[in-house]
């Protein structure tokens, strides 16, 4: 059983992001001086894959993150939790975004992983710049069947039994190979911690990496422009802190609680 | 030629609270009289659907029945609809869904059936001559991203706007019955039982009470649901709060869970991050309890309150009870 995962990597959202932009004159995000590392779902979607392997020894788990040499020190990071294969699928100098260009070359790095996978695991939203298009976009367009959002996924009589919450309901969707499961964080796939051994083994080993032969990908979006925003204002500008002593200020906001349940009230 | 501005409403599906918001973006893009949209109904619904795409300002309106669809229907069956809809009309069009979880995966999936292009979870659309240029937020809210596109076909998912919609007076309204067959190997998902002690659904509620990563351990969340209990409230939490397990998937808020649009949004021990921030609408009033004063959350509320939730929280739910 073949699962491929495929990672992303994010800016680290601790990180104060004070000056981001495109490189003058190209279309590349001028990410530099800015640490990487493994989003919520990245690190859920990889969780999953081990746990499938933790299940059925013949599941062979391959991690995949698209990128440039910047994203070396990520794959390490990835190698330490001991995929059966790690690579990384070079993307340097290709802008990202174009969803149909990125869902070609995300299969083509599907593809450098094995033939035909069972499964394919990727993030909810795969990077900082994707709000969840590219994995029901490239289960399309390879004909793979899709559920977004999983929180959980095993295997049972050779199908992919995966669980998710969609509004009011709980479902569970049981999918034939090949199939593309996105993932959601949960308590359940949060990610292991690794073996010390492993992470010095990983510092050490070579990285693989994989260069695609794309040829020229046609692209029909382009990026005028990324800039850094200030969070958008709310409300009427300063916050009311309260003050005196605690009760005085728990009696204050449960006044104010109860005039909002009176406001809301139906 | 100017492309059309289409909107496509999914009714009778569980998901979306707000399914005719996608009609309201595409008449304010589009400007008054242009705005089209697609009802996909069954038929018992179709009639007080119409009257309601034109009251959020859809001047040109498709009512699409068919009686094959479940109830509630099969997002497979969406898909099979619109695209059996739209496969075969070559004209310029920006398609716009509903915001949310099954909006957005109809929107990508749909882009790959009509060759056309997505371009994701817009915050804003202009038309530039045949060209689109679409702002959507990117690096988790930090960052804005213009994107420019003259493909003839776009996708996108779009929310309600601020402003109210200008009502469409004399709206053309066509009909069309369709009996797409919905492919027998499609899989259909089995819906699980619902536990007795299932969260009251945040994406509905007029009041939200939320617990972030200060919350510390599950106690603080039965606190928060007793709270929530008192004020007819669902209970949200961030995301390293769904991590920890203290609350369920359902229940995350933020750019990556729930879209919540309550009157007020009580914030309990969360940083006010820019990513949890993006699931509340911006009109929610926001309330927080946070012991650090310079919590990001206090420049986005109105009320603060600066001191442990554990010196709180007990006091709050004493002081409601009384009176
Ligand atoms: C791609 C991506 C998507 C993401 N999507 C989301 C999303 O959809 N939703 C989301 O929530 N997050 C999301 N995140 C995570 C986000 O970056 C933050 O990690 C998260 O929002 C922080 O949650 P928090 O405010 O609960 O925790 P923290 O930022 O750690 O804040 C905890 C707060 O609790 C306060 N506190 C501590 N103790 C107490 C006490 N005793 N009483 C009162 N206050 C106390 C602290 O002062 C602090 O302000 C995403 C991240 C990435 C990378």
Redesign the pocket.
């Known amino acids: 059983m073949q699962v491929v995962v495929l990672l992303a990597g994010?800016v680290d959202?601790k990180w104060r992001l004070d000056r981001l932009g495109l490189r003058p004159g190209t279309e590349l995000a001028d990410e530099s001086g800015l640490p990487r590392r493994l989003?919520?779902?990245d690190e859920a979607a990889l969780e999953t894959a081990l746990k499938l392997r933790d299940a059925d020894p013949a599941v062979r788990v391959t991690a995949v993150l698209p990128g440039d040499v910047g994203s070396d020190a990520l794959l390490r990071g990835v190698a330490a939790f001991r995929p059966d294969r790690a690579f990384r699928f070079d993307t340097s100098g290709l802008a990202p975004w174009d969803p149909r260009a990125a869902v070609r070359l995300l299969g083509l790095a599907v593809g450098a992983a094995c033939g035909c996978p069972d499964l394919v695991l990727m993030g909810r939203?795969f990077g900082d710049c994707d709000d969840g298009v590219l994995p029901a976009a490239l289960a399309e367009a390879q004909g793979w069947r899709f559920c977004g959002l999983a929180h959980a996924v095993a295997i049972a009589d050779g199908r992919f039994v995966a669980h998710r919450i969609r509004g009011p309901r709980e479902e569970l969707l049981r999918l034939p190979p090949p199939a593309l499961v996105s993932i959601t964080n949960d308590r359940g796939n949060r990610l292991r911690h690794p073996l010390m051994k492993n992470v010095m083994l990983a510092k050490r080993g070579p990285v693989e990496v994989v260069t695609p032969q794309a040829g020229a990908i046609p692209r029909a979006v382009v990026a005028r422009s990324l800039a850094v925003v200030p969070p958008p204002q709310r409300g009427a500008g300063a916050c009311r802190i309260l003050s005196g002593p605690v009760d005085a200020q728990v009696a204050e906001l449960a006044a104010y609680l109860r005039a909002r349940r009176q406001a809301a009230a139906p | 030629m100017m492309r059309r501005i289409v909107a496509v409403v999914l009714l009778g599906e569980p998901a979306l609270t707000d399914p005719f918001g996608a009609v309201a973006a595409a008449a304010e893009l589009a400007g008054s009289g242009r705005a089209e949209a697609i009802l996909l109904a069954r038929p018992e619904d179709a009639e007080a659907a119409a009257a309601q795409a034109a009251r959020e300002g859809a001047a040109e309106i498709t009512l699409v029945t068919d009686s094959g669809l479940s109830d509630p229907p099969q997002p497979e069956h969406w898909l099979e609809l619109l695209a059996g809809l739209l496969a075969e009309d070559a004209r310029g069009m920006l398609l716009l869904l509903p915001g949310g979880a099954v909006g957005e995966e109809l929107a990508a999936r749909l882009t790959m059936r009509l060759d056309a292009v997505p371009l994701g979870r817009c915050g804003r659309i202009v038309e530039d001559g045949a060209r689109l240029i679409a702002h959507r937020a990117a690096y988790?809210g930090r960052a804005e991203l213009v994107l420019e596109t003259g493909a003839p076909r776009c996708i996108a998912t779009m929310r309600r706007p601020a402003a109210p919609p200008k009502p469409a007076a004399d709206p053309v309204i066509r009909r069309a019955d369709l009996a797409i067959p919905f492919a027998a190997d499609a899989p259909r998902p089995e819906v699980l039982p619902a536990a007795a002690d299932r969260p009251k659904r945040v994406d509905a509620a007029r009041i939200v009470v939320s617990g972030?990563?200060?919350m510390?351990g599950p106690e603080g969340f039965a606190l928060l649901r007793e709270l929530a209990d008192m004020l007819g409230a669902a209970t949200g939490a961030?995301?390293?709060?769904v991590d920890a397990g203290w609350a369920s998937v359902s229940q995350?808020?933020?750019?990556?869970?729930a879209f919540v649009a309550p009157d007020l949004y009580l914030a309990?021990?969360?940083?006010?991050?820019p990513?949890?921030l993006?699931?509340i609408a911006p009109h929610s009033r926001i309330a927080a309890?946070?012991?650090?004063p310079e919590?990001d959350?206090f420049r986005v509320a109105e009320v603060g309150l600066l001191a442990?939730?554990?010196e709180v929280l007990p006091r709050l739910i004493a002081t409601l009870r009384d009176g």
């Open positions: 994010v959202p989003s919520p779902f939203e | 988790g972030g990563r200060g510390g961030s995301l390293p709060a995350q808020v933020g750019q990556s869970g309990v021990g969360m940083s006010g991050t990513q949890h993006a699931g309890i946070n012991s650090d919590a959350i442990p939730w554990q």
